[in-house]
């Protein structure tokens, strides 16, 4: 696993300017983001249901009890596998993804392969939205202007499905709602600042996500 050693201060690319200061820091949950960026519950449900399938089927075709269990052993293993798989990048991810909130930008250092660092200064960000996990943590997504961001890039830190304007998204977060405040309180500071807050135009904070946003 590599230690981004390169890094002048852990999670950016660069030393912060005069007058930015650093908020908050964290990582994504492993176990938070293997549930709800690698569906590893879903995988679980998916290859559990093939199996049932399998088995009655060979049981309709006159096998065995013993045989018909029997006849699922390939699926159970391909399922321990994939399941595996995912629970392995999800360790892997939590291991090298740091997110950073500054007084003026969110950055989103990703990456297992390659390590990438995503600005988003706050003048770029829009809108940002807290789901809630069931239990505890939760994500928060940052609806972005300007230059579109790579959906393939920011993988897993991404919200799910908005393939024609990806969202950057804060993942698998245990403190999400005491991050969410940061954040909030960032970015009306940073729009207060810019001299653009207005009684007509309150400052985008980060409100729950609505009902449409698609479940991670």
């Known amino acids: 696993m590599r230690e981004h050693g390169f890094e002048p201060?852990?999670?950016?690319?660069e030393v912060l300017p005069r007058g930015e200061k650093l908020l908050w820091q964290g990582a994504p949950d492993f176990r938070a983001l293997a549930l709800h960026a690698m569906h590893v519950r879903a995988l679980a449900v998916y290859f559990a249901l093939l199996m049932l399938l399998r088995g009655q089927l060979e049981w309709a075709g006159g096998a065995g009890l013993a045989a018909s269990v029997a006849s699922t052993t390939w699926l159970a293993v391909l399922g321990a596998v994939c399941i595996g798989i995912a629970c392995l990048f999800a360790w892997m991810y939590s291991r090298t993804t740091l997110y950073t909130i500054t007084t003026r930008r969110v950055v989103i250092r990703t990456g297992i392969a390659l390590d990438v660092a995503i600005n988003l200064p706050f003048k770029q960000i829009h809108a940002a939205g807290l789901r809630r996990y069931r239990g505890a943590g939760g994500e928060i997504a940052l609806e972005t202007l300007g230059k579109r961001i790579s959906y393939i890039l920011l993988w897993p830190?991404?919200?799910?499905?908005?393939?024609?304007?990806?969202?950057?998204?804060?993942?698998?977060?245990?403190?999400?709602?005491?991050?969410?405040?940061?954040?909030?309180?960032?970015?009306?500071?940073?729009?207060?600042?810019?001299?653009?807050?207005?009684?007509?135009?309150?400052?985008p904070g980060v409100a729950p996500v609505s009902a449409t946003v698609a479940a991670a």
Do not use: C, I
């Not at 201060?9 to 690319?13: I, K, N, T």
């Open 157 to 203: 830190n991404v919200r799910p499905w908005r393939f024609n304007q990806p969202q950057a998204m804060l993942r698998a977060l245990p403190d999400a709602e005491a991050v969410a405040a940061v954040l909030s309180t960032a970015l009306a500071g940073a729009q207060a600042d810019h001299g653009t807050q207005s009684t007509s135009a309150p400052a």
């Open 9 to 13: 201060v852990p999670g950016l690319p």
